[in-house]
Structure formats: structure tokens, C-alpha cells
């Protein structure tokens, strides 16, 4: 599309006008009025004729992924391929970035330079929301060699825009997790339970429990040999995440409301490094009306990886979450016993009862921790300061019962073998390391 420039408009105005109404009132003067308006509009046609000749041969070139940050500034380049680089070249670029993505500019100017085929820039952005999102075109604009008209045209681009969530702002409250496994110097450090991880055998000592004499070795031998195991310092960690209707009820935080997925999704990668960096193989199950994604346990940076993959398009679904399939499938895939972290809620009598009954599968098996925010205003009746008002005590009533109703649950559960815990939305990620490292030292696993 070739549309006119404002230098356009001006020469038009000081030729077309003037010489017009010089034609109009002076008849002797019409041949001279005719000739520069005849020439001024031969060189408007030339000149958009070659218009159409200015972004030929020009192609973008993005990345196919880029990988941003909520809330942070990043930056991906462009580049300018120009297949006739005879002549220096200037080009205006735009993108028609998604809502969510906010941009410094929303078009810049690039300048090719005489006998340069290729030309580069780069393209700050800061994603407000985590999630995928496509750039499928980018738009084009080039001046004519006189400047009146711009040649305006598309190209179709491929481009991902991966925009994980922002895990810079727990660093304060999870520093001293990470500090204290990189302390210098060495220091005694008491672990309870016993580990049954076999590391090797030895000869018979009195006091030795039956069940530890390896009584194929012992035939072999001639003698009793007995099993010495050591204690197990790698886990299986598994963090299970609710995507279900509850997960897109609103909680306030330092950095502003959020939803509660997204304070699931921010605890469960913490604790994925976490774990990681003191030798446990960690894991992610994804869930809401059906299993959405499972990553068995592993580690390693590729491995962390894949989880933040399956976490960073997440959004909340408005289904009711199936928690008998959740644990028939974790049953069946999940051999051998592991920690499992839930990140749900169970605020619903519905769900809770439901969860209560589907316990049953996995509790006997694996060690399982379930965690909920818990919810405002949900606290023993005298627990705050006085009312101000008479409505605040019916508020205050309702969330007494709330608080009752969670805590006997959580007495429900613990009959099933099953802990579960109320915690402080502004803690989460904390909250939920300081059960692993609790569950890690005590060897429960």
C-alpha cells in the first residue's frame, strides 16, 4: 500500500495552490501556471511509481523463541536482510505486540547502509503476565527517493514469546535456604531414621538384627554376613499442582493481587532448585479435572527446564478438579515411595471430602504433604484486636467457622496418614522449602 507523506501535502499546498489561482486570475500567465503543475505532478507519479520498488528485496528475521521474564525487561533482535544493499536504505519497522506485552517503541527506524546485506536492532519488551504469545507479522514502511509517498507492507513471522514467571521477588524470603548449602567450612549435622539405601557387606557383629543378615552372601561364605546400608540423601520430590476453578481466586502479595495458580506455579519452581541443589530428583504433576502434564523425577538444568515448560502457560480452568484419577494415575506411575507436595485448595466441603476418600491410593505408599493458602479473614474468633463495628462480628463468626472447618480437616487427614498445613500466602515458597528441608532431615521418606 502506498500512502502520501506530509512533505507530500506541503509541496502541494505551496505549488498546486499558488500557481492554480495565479492560472485563474492571470490569463497570460496560465501556460507557465500549467507547465510547474504538470511538472510537480509527473514527478508525484515518478516518484510513487518507484515507491512501490522501496522495501523489495528488504526480509525480517526474528528468532524463532524468546524467553522473557514477568515484570523484567528483555530484549530479542531483529535483523534486516537487504538483497539489494547497492544504496544506503532506511526502513521503519512495528510489531502489533500482544495486550499484555509492553513495549519501549512500537516501531523503530533502521538505516542499511550502502554494500551492508544485513542490518541489526534490538527490541526491548516486559510481558505482564506470564504465558505464551505469538508474533505472527511484522509491518513495513519506506520512503520514496523524493519523499512524497511511503511504501507501506506485512511480512509473516514465526516467533514465540515464552514469559515465565518472575522468581526474583521470593529471593529475599528463600536467600538463606540456597546460603546455607553453600557455607564453607564443615560441621556436624545430626540426621534421625534410618536409611536403607545398601552400600555393602561386612562380616557378622554380635548385636546385629536378623533382618540385616544377607543369608544368600552368608551361604556362599560359610559365615554370617550382614547388610550395611547408608542413609539415604536422595529423595524423590514431587510437586503437584491444582489448576483446577479454585486456583484463579485472587490473593494479595508485596508485588501486587495475583492469582493463587500463580503463587503455585512461582512456589513449585523454587522448590524444584531447591531440591536440585541439596541432590533430590524433582518432579511435577499438573492437574485439574484430569491429569495435565507429568515430568518424572529427575535433575539437572535441562531437567528444571522441562518442568518450567509444563508451569509457565498454566492458567486457572473452570472445572472441578478429579482427585480420584489424580491419584489412581500417581498410584500407578509412581513406584517407588516418594514426597508428594500438594499445592491445591480444599476450601470446598465437596473437595475436601473428595480428597479425603482418594488419599487412600497414594497415602499408604508415599509420604504426602498437603499444603493450602490459607484464607483471609480465616482465624480463632479472639485471635485479632477488638471489633470496630457490630458487622465486623458477623465477619469475624464466618471466618471462625472457616478456620474450624480447615482445621477439622486437617484431623481428617492426619488419620489418613496425610499432613496437611494452612499456609501464609506472603510465605509460600518459604513455607513449603521449610517442609522439605524438615522432611529431608528427619529422613521420613
Given at each position: ?284 504433576l499438573t492437574f485439574s479435572d484430569r491429569v495435565l502434564s507429568f515430568v518424572r523425577a529427575k535433575n539437572g538444568k535441562d531437567h528444571f527446564d522441562a518442568c518450567r515448560d509444563r508451569l509457565y502457560a498454566l492458567q486457572p480452568q473452570a472445572v472441578t478438579p478429579d ?19 500438594f499445592l491445591t485448595d480444599l476450601d470446598d466441603p465437596m473437595l475436601s471430602e473428595s480428597f479425603s476418600r482418594s488419599s487412600d491410593l497414594i497415602s499408604r505408599q508415599h509420604l504426602v504433604l498437603v499444603n493450602m493458602m490459607q484464607p483471609a479473614g480465616a482465624a ?23 478456620w474450624h472447618d480447615l482445621r477439622e480437616l486437617g484431623k481428617v487427614l492426619q488419620r489418613r496418614g496425610v499432613r496437611f498445613a494452612l499456609l501464609d500466602p506472603q510465605r509460600l515458597a518459604a513455607e513449603v522449602l521449610a517442609q522439605h528441608a524438615d522432611v529431608k ?5
Amino acid at each position: 500500500m502506498i500512502v502520501p507523506r506530509t512533505r507530500l501535502l506541503v509541496w502541494s499546498s505551496l505549488i498546486l495552490l499558488p500557481f492554480a489561482a495565479v492560472g485563474a486570475t492571470l490569463p497570460g500567465a496560465l501556460p507557465v501556471a500549467l507547465l510547474f503543475i504538470g511538472s510537480f505532478v509527473a514527478c508525484a507519479v515518478y516518484d510513487a511509481l518507484v515507491a512501490t520498488r522501496a522495501v523489495q528485496g528488504i526480509r525480517i528475521l526474528l528468532p524463532d523463541l524468546v524467553r522473557l521474564q514477568k515484570d523484567r525487561p528483555g530484549s530479542f533482535e531483529v535483523r534486516v536482510q537487504n538483497d539489494h544493499a547497492a544504496a544506503a536504505r532506511t526502513v521503519r519497522i512495528g510489531f502489533a505486540f500482544p495486550p499484555l506485552i509492553e513495549t519501549t517503541a512500537d516501531d523503530q527506524f533502521v538505516t542499511l547502509p550502502a554494500g551492508a546485506p544485513l542490518a541489526s536492532l534490538g527490541w526491548t519488551v516486559t510481558p505482564r503476565e506470564r504465558g505464551l504469545f505469538h508474533l505472527d507479522r511484522v509491518y513495513l514502511e519506506a520512503m520514496s527517493p523524493l519523499g512524497f509517498w511511503a511504501k507501506r507492507t506485512s511480512q509473516s513471522v514465526r516467533t514465540e514469546l515464552r514469559a515465565y514467571p518472575n522468581l526474583f521477588a521470593e529471593r529475599k524470603q528463600v536467600a538463606a535456604f540456597f546460603l546455607r548449602r553453600g557455607s564453607m567450612g564443615s560441621r556436624a549435622h545430626r540426621q534421625t531414621g534410618q536409611g536403607r539405601e545398601f552400600e555393602k557387606l561386612r562380616e557378622y557383629l554380635p548385636g546385629d538384627s536378623i533382618d540385616e543378615i544377607h543369608w544368600k552372601a552368608s551361604a556362599k561364605r560359610g559365615h554370617p554376613v550382614t547388610k550395611v546400608f547408608q542413609i539415604e540423601r536422595t529423595q524423590e520430590v514431587y510437586v503437584i499442582v491444582d489448576a483446577s476453578r479454585l486456583s484463579a481466586r485472587k490473593v494479595t502479595t508485596e508485588a501486587g493481587t495475583v492469582t493463587v495458580l500463580e503463587r503455585f506455579v512461582t512456589a513449585a519452581l523454587i522448590l524444584g532448585a531447591a531440591a536440585e541443589r541439596q541432590g533430590d530428583q524433582f518432579g511435577l504433576l499438573t492437574f485439574s479435572d484430569r491429569v495435565l502434564s507429568f515430568v518424572r523425577a529427575k535433575n539437572g538444568k535441562d531437567h528444571f527446564d522441562a518442568c518450567r515448560d509444563r508451569l509457565y502457560a498454566l492458567q486457572p480452568q473452570a472445572v472441578t478438579p478429579d482427585f480420584e484419577e489424580l491419584c489412581a494415575f500417581i498410584r500407578l506411575r509412581l513406584r517407588k515411595r516418594a514426597l508428594l507436595i500438594f499445592l491445591t485448595d480444599l476450601d470446598d466441603p465437596m473437595l475436601s471430602e473428595s480428597f479425603s476418600r482418594s488419599s487412600d491410593l497414594i497415602s499408604r505408599q508415599h509420604l504426602v504433604l498437603v499444603n493450602m493458602m490459607q484464607p483471609a479473614g480465616a482465624a480463632p474468633l479472639f485471635e485479632n484486636e477488638a471489633v470496630a463495628a457490630v458487622g465486623e462480628i458477623y465477619q469475624r463468626l464466618g471466618g471462625h467457622l472457616r478456620w474450624h472447618d480447615l482445621r477439622e480437616l486437617g484431623k481428617v487427614l492426619q488419620r489418613r496418614g496425610v499432613r496437611f498445613a494452612l499456609l501464609d500466602p506472603q510465605r509460600l515458597a518459604a513455607e513449603v522449602l521449610a517442609q522439605h528441608a524438615d522432611v529431608k532431615a528427619r529422613q521420613l521418606v
